[in-house]
């Protein structure tokens, strides 16, 4: 405990899931901040308004990393104030306890401007003065302030109730040096000139909002702008990036008038505003309501090296933080433990957005994989509820994953499909009006949509978000007799198969948890609790789609297996599909001649549908619930003009499949199979855009060249490497879309020479965009004591702490042994490089990399010393994938080793 003087009183205790005592709440604070950037300091008054609701002697509130300089209390001073590190509070002591009702605080205070983004932190760059200038356009260091206060970092900025629902209003006002602009949540009032050449900007006051959505940035920038109705759209950039912004500019401007007539509810403040800062950091965007802050790599593009997978890139960050304008910033969560309240909602958003504006993406195919994540995170025994306890500000860091991003989006996904998408829309609509400006939680939110007319909407979201794991579904089917069958000649000569043109097929569904490692189910949960209501589209190929049937009688329009068993009819007979169009959070195991029936007919299947089957495959064959091989068939089974987003997920699954390989014997072999496979898919796209291709063709291309390059197929590397030779004379020798996937495979085979060659084009590109695609593509290489070059390079100036993180993960998927003797031989060097968000993530993400066992142990000696306990939720999960990993590759490659073998010598 610190103390800052006037006298010692005892603290007043937090709830016990470490939230402010809650008797009062703050309506207005009027702040200003004087920025010291030369001494990494700041100056701070602010003046709030708050409402106690009962008598209390002391008022409690957030402050850490603050000098407490000044308190009064209705004018009066404090005559106490402590400051507690471990709560993060502060308590101030009146002379006499404050009655109910409205009173003032008044604290000047100081502050310290961070290195790493959270609070107010300093960004660091290198800028290009420009000709005529006196310097001639050379080189000159840089500064830009910026503030990230989720979850907990408002704190650090002003005490304040750092909390989700203590929301009230700010009226902020910031000094700003000469020349540079001052941007936050509102327009600009008023800019006011001080004699020394400064400017005190001073904001508009902002709606009713959480701290942790109040943001502030300064430096040398530019504004570009476009209007969407009444409100001004602006992305800010570092001067002389502004052209790097037109992509996002449009995509806002597009975006914003989908969603005011999605949600019912206009878009209420005046300008919104996309802050794109040098650097990176364990996140790629926030959604400060009106000020959109994201790093430069999830904003800007480039012309002349944007791939198409940075276009959506850029088009998803946008979609997601625009979302949360009002999922997340009008109506907020009441508190953390209903976080996937906003991100599972605005990835979700993605999506919708992307099919409206962008449709030849195939929006819902380009979400698969991060679903495709949270269900496999979901399988292990370090998983977690979607909704879970949050007693601290490291906690609610942690929650910010894959089961929150996306099991939650899937959720939400399913949901939709089974009430339908008007339903789920007025459902959400009720739920905006209703809480705007206020705070919500889960319930709040499918109760709208069960009033909107959904029934069972609440049954299905509360057993998916309270309940871990994923569940499986098993089925079976029997074809109806006496129906005359319509033959179809299937994939490679298959059998007919036979689909009725009456009767139907009799499915039997069986539901389970679908798990990869042992879980324990305390012995006092009754059956019910393992048991989830799953919405169950069941199609037969060529036939139609239906819904399940299970437990007690369900209404047609979302029937749901909610026993242990049950029952369902589908019309026609061929071969059956279960979650048709993939809306199911759920596992489907076949029996095996039904699924051969699929793989004889995968050309038949919708792309999501083939994607969707070639994940459960893999899923249960890793887990031994079928031969690790029949995802293998899948793929191979595929034709080469299929929808390009299935062959570029299926090229990233062979290199999954390759990683479990890395330092067997049966890799050679492996790498042989996989590069049949792809590369005829190859020589039909081409290595050049073609008229008429489309982006998902080039998303394609690029994973397909990454591929063949990591399965060292010579023809690939041999292109790659003329390619790139050849760049300087030929400038269509590396369009935008292979630019990266070029020489990534030329740095992972690179030999001394190819490194240096490279290393110097690295380092002599001053693009900030480029400069972080050339230094990631060094990380690639597999050479061990290049390697080591790496890593030794990424804690030097040279790199800087916004790169050296993606660099050392960069030098883990290939060498990851090499990555975590360095990290644990620079803990300290390694941490100073990381942010609020990274830190207790980022050495399990090196060590995730790793199949030997013996990394848990280590892992675990590293968080013992350095990660407290109630923040160990990735090492877990890190350790599960280790061990995972491991047992997959002694256990189960063995039979793929074997179907190898088996197939003929072309594949």
């Known amino acids: 405990m610190t103390t800052a003087t006037l006298c010692l009183i005892p603290t007043v205790s937090l709830a ?14 009027d702040l200003t901040v004087i920025p010291n950037i030369e001494a990494s300091t700041f100056a701070g008054e602010v003046h709030v308004d708050i409402d106690v609701a009962t008598a209390t002697p002391t008022v409690v509130l957030n402050a850490e990393s603050l000098t407490l300089d000044r308190v009064t209390i209705d004018g009066n001073p404090a005559t106490g104030v402590t400051l507690d590190k471990g709560s993060q509070t502060a308590t101030l002591t009146t002379a006499s306890p404050l009655p109910p009702g409205h009173h ?47 979850a907990g970092d408002a704190r650090r900025f002003l005490p304040c109730w750092d909390e989700p629902s203590a929301k009230a209003t700010f009226t902020l006002s910031v000094m700003a040096p000469q020349g540079q602009m001052a941007v936050s949540n509102m327009p600009v009032k008023t800019d006011e000139a001080m004699a020394d050449g400064r400017h005190l900007v001073h904001f508009q ?43 996002a500019l449009e995509t806002a401007a597009a975006i914003l008038a989908r969603y005011n007539d999605y949600f019912g509810t206009p878009y209420p403040l005046p300008k919104l505003d996309f802050i794109a800062t040098p650097g990176a950091g364990g996140f790629g965007a926030m959604e400060n309501w009106g000020a959109i802050m994201s790093f430069e790599k999830d904003m800007l593009l480039d012309p002349a090296l944007a791939t198409e997978a940075a276009r959506q890139r850029v088009f998803q960050v946008v979609a997601h933080e625009m979302a949360h304008q009002w999922f997340g910033d009008l109506v907020t969560m009441a508190w953390w433990d209903d976080l996937w309240l906003n991100e599972g909602f605005a990835s979700w958003m993605e999506a919708k957005a992307m099919d409206a504006l962008h449709p030849d993406w195939s929006p819902w195919l380009v979400a698969m994989p991060a679903m495709e994540r949270a269900k496999r995170l979901d399988a292990r025994a370090a998983t977690h509820p979607v909704v879970q306890p949050i007693n601290s500000v490291a906690e609610a860091d942690e929650a910010f994953d894959d089961i929150t991003y996306d099991k939650g989006q899937a959720v939400i996904r399913m949901v939709e499909a089974t009430v339908g ?22 319930r709040d939110l499918f109760k709208a949509v069960e009033e909107a007319g959904a029934k069972d909407a609440l049954r299905i979201a509360t057993d998916f978000i309270t309940k871990p794991g994923i569940p499986l579904v098993s089925v079976s089917a029997t074809c109806s007799a006496g129906d005359s069958p319509r033959p179809h000649k299937g994939k490679k000569g298959a059998k007919e198969a036979p689909a009725m043109a009456g009767g139907g097929t009799q499915v039997s569904l069986r539901q389970a948890r679908f798990a990869t490692e042992p879980v324990t189910i305390p012995d006092q949960y009754h059956l019910s609790d393992r048991l989830w209501a799953i ?68 050309d038949r299947l919708a792309p999501i549908d083939q994607l969707g089957l070639m994940y459960d495959s893999a899923a249960l064959g890793e887990a031994g619930q079928m031969a690790m091989s029949d995802s293998l068939s899948l793929i191979r089974a595929l034709r080469p003009d299929a929808d390009p987003s ?9 290199r999954d499949v390759d990683g479990y390989y890395a330092g067997k014997p049966g890799q050679a072999a492996f790498r042989a199979f996989a590069r049949g496979v792809l590369a005829p898919v190859l020589s039909a796209i081409g290595w050049d855009p073609q008229p008429g291709q489309g982006d998902k063709v080039g998303l394609t291309r690029a994973a397909l060249i990454r591929a063949l390059s990591s399965f060292d197929a010579p023809d690939t590397l041999t292109e790659a490497e003329r390619r790139l030779a050849a760049d300087g004379t030929d400038p269509t020798a590396l369009p935008p879309g292979i630019r990266l996937a070029v020489i990534t495979a030329v740095a992972q085979h690179a030999d001394a020479a190819t490194f240096d060659r490279l290393h110097a084009l690295a380092s002599s590109t001053t693009d900030a965009l480029a400069r972080r695609q050339l230094y990631g593509a060094l990380g690639a290489v597999r050479d061990p004591a290049l390697a080591q070059k790496v890593l030794d390079l990424s804690l030097t100036p040279e790199v800087g702490t916004t790169i050296a993180p993606q660099l050392i993960l960069a030098v883990a998927d290939a060498n990851p042994d090499l990555a975590w003797r360095f990290v644990t031989a620079h803990v300290d060097a390694v941490e100073a490089t990381l942010d609020q968000m990274q830190r207790y993530e980022f050495f399990a993400g090196v060590a995730r990399r790793s199949s030997d066992p013996a990394r848990i142990g280590e892992l675990n000696a590293y968080a013992e010393a350095h990660v407290p306990a109630t923040a160990r939720q ?22 793929v080793d074997s179907w190898l073998a088996a197939l003929p010598a072309t594949h």
Not at 423 to 442: L, S
Request: glycine share 12%; proline share 6%; with cysteine.
């Open 535 to 602: 919405p169950v589209p069941l199609a037969t190929v060529g036939g139609a789609t239906v819904g399940a049937t299970g437990g007690a009688a369900s209404a047609p329009s979302h029937a749901l297996l909610t026993a242990l068993t049950g029952k369902a009819t589908a019309p026609g007979c061929g071969p059956l599909l279960a979650n048709a169009g993939q809306t199911g959070y759920f596992r489907t195991a076949y029996t095996e001649p039904a699924f051969k029936a699929l793989v004889d007919h995968v």
């Open 646 to 654: 299935v062959w570029e997920q299926a090229a990233d699954y062979l």
């Open 421 to 442: 998408e008007t339903v789920f829309r007025d459902g959400v609509r009720r739920y905006m009006k209703r809480h705007a400006y206020g705070n919500a939680t889960t």
């Open 104 to 150: 003032t605080v008044d604290i000047a205070y100081r502050g310290q401007i961070e290195k790493s983004a959270r609070g107010l932190f300093q960004l660091d760059y290198t800028a290009t003065d420009a000709p005529g200038n006196g310097k001639g356009g050379t080189s000159v260091p840089a500064h830009m302030l910026s503030t990230q206060f989720e």
């Open 16 to 29: 016990a899931n470490g939230r402010l005592p809650g008797n009062i709440s703050p309506l207005h604070y």
């Open 874 to 895: 990735g090492v877990a999960k890190a350790a599960g994938e280790i061990a995972y990993r491991a047992k997959v590759a002694q256990e189960r490659l063995p039979q």
């Open 205 to 247: 006051p902002t709606p009713r909002m959480s701290s942790y959505l109040l943001f502030v940035a300064v430096g040398d920038l530019e504004r570009a702008t476009a209007k969407a109705g009444d409100v001004e759209i602006g992305v800010v950039v570092r001067r002389g990036s502004v052209d790097k912004a037109r992509f």
